[in-house]
Nanobody
Framework: QVQLVESGGGLVQAGGSLRLACVLS????????MGWFRQAPGKEREFVAA????????YYADSVRDRFTISRDNAKNTVYLQMNSLKTEDTAVYLC???????????????WGQGTQVTVSS
């Protein structure tokens, strides 16, 4: 059974940085595309970033492009989200997810973590 565990969230001032990590266990990590999503209170879950199984393709939401960087280390079964120049509107629970095939849509993701809280203060 696949498990995803996120870490690295916390409280940071606007303009600061955080790096989130998500470890996958239970299946070969390198066979999954990985994504980061976020959900703010009272809002729908939204896509943040995704990375192909090899790391060769990366995609970002317009709202985080040029500020966030997704990466993966297949030897460590871990996907990262480096978040720079954080804004108060980035406050949300951040979840990682794994997709075994296509990863172009949220519904493509098969497994989800519990999430880690990111709070950006002004």
């Amino acid at each position: 059974q696949v498990q995803l565990v996120e870490s690295g969230g916390g409280l940071v001032q606007a303009g600061g940085s955080l790096r989130l990590a998500c470890v996958l266990s239970g299946r070969p990590f390198s066979t999954y595309a990985m994504g980061w999503f976020r959900q703010a209170p009272g809002k729908e879950r939204e896509f943040v970033a995704a990375i192909s199984w090899s790391g060769g393709a990366k995609y970002y939401a317009d709202s985080v492009r040029d500020r966030f960087t997704i990466s993966r280390d297949n030897a460590k079964n871990t996907v990262y989200l480096q978040m720079n120049s954080l804004k108060t509107e980035d406050t949300a629970v951040y979840l990682c997810a794994a997709a075994g095939g296509s990863y172009s849509s949220e519904r493509d993701y098969d497994y989800w973590g519990q999430g880690t809280q990111v709070t950006v203060s002004s």
